[in-house]
C-alpha cells in the first residue's frame, strides 16, 4: 500500500457522506450568521449593505427557519393551575410582578391580579418594585370594600416582594393564606401568568 493510498483512503466516502446532507441556501447560511433575525432586521441590514454582495437576504421573500420557529412556539395551553377552584370572588386572587423593560414610560413594574373565580384582572403599574406590597394592600382592600367580602388566599410566585415581614404581619392580622407555587413553574399560577403574556404581546 502506498502512502497516498494511505493519506486518501476514505476520501471518496466522506466526499458521498458530504454530498447526502441537507443543502443550505445562501440566504438560510446568512440568516443564521447574523443570528437569526427577523424581516425587519433583515431589511435594516440589506439597506447599510446596498451594493455589496457578500450577504444573500432578502427580506421579502419568505424564509422558514425551524429554530425561529421553535424558539418562538409556546405551551398551547398553560392551564388554570393547581388546587381547587375558588366558589365566589375574592376567594382566591393570583398576583404577579411583571418587569416592563420597554421603557417607554417612567414605570419599572406592574402588579397584575387576577381573580380565580370572576377572571376580574387588575393591572397596577409601578415606578419601583419597592411599592408592590403598599399597593396590593390598597388593592385588597378597594377590591374588599366594592365586594362587601375578605379576601380568602393568595397565590404567588416565591418572588422576594412577597416575603417582607410587614407581608408576613398583614397575612396574619387579617387571616389570609398564601399559596406560593414551586420554583420554575408557572402552570401552578397559569391565570396570571397568560395574563402577563398577553400583556406583554400588547405593549
Known amino acids: 500500500m502506498t502512502i497516498s493510498t494511505l493519506l ?13 446532507r441537507p443543502k443550505i441556501s445562501t440566504k438560510q447560511l446568512w440568516h443564521e450568521r447574523l443570528g437569526h433575525p427577523g424581516r425587519d432586521k433583515s431589511r435594516a441590514i440589506v439597506d447599510k449593505l446596498k451594493g455589496e454582495s457578500i450577504i444573500a437576504l432578502d427580506p421579502d421573500t419568505a424564509l422558514t427557519c425551524e429554530q425561529c420557529i421553535q424558539s418562538k412556539s409556546t405551551v398551547a395551553q398553560m392551564g388554570q393551575g393547581s388546587g381547587e377552584r375558588a366558589a365566589g370572588p375574592l376567594d382566591l ?7 416592563d423593560s420597554s421603557h417607554v414610560t417612567e414605570y419599572t413594574c406592574m402588579l397584575v391580579l387576577v381573580d380565580d373565580y370572576s377572571k376580574y384582572v387588575h393591572v397596577q403599574p409601578l415606578l419601583r418594585k419597592s411599592h408592590t406590597f403598599t399597593q ?9 370594600t366594592q365586594t362587601d367580602r375578605k379576601l380568602r388566599a393568595i397565590r404567588s410566585d416565591q418572588g ?7 407581608a408576613l404581619e398583614w397575612l396574619l392580622s387579617k387571616g389570609i393564606e398564601w ?6 413553574n408557572s402552570r401552578q399560577n397559569g391565570q396570571v401568568e397568560q395574563m402577563n403574556r398577553s400583556l406583554g404581546e400588547k405593549m
Request: glycine share 4%.
Open 8 to 20: 486518501f483512503e476514505g476520501v471518496d466516502e466522506e466526499f458521498e457522506l458530504a454530498n447526502r
Open 93 to 99: 386572587i393570583h398576583i404577579d410582578l411583571t418587569i
Open 160 to 166: 422576594t416582594e412577597w416575603k417582607s415581614n410587614e
Open 179 to 184: 399559596q406560593t407555587t414551586v420554583g420554575y
Open 136 to 144: 396590593l394592600k390598597r388593592i385588597v382592600s378597594f377590591l374588599e
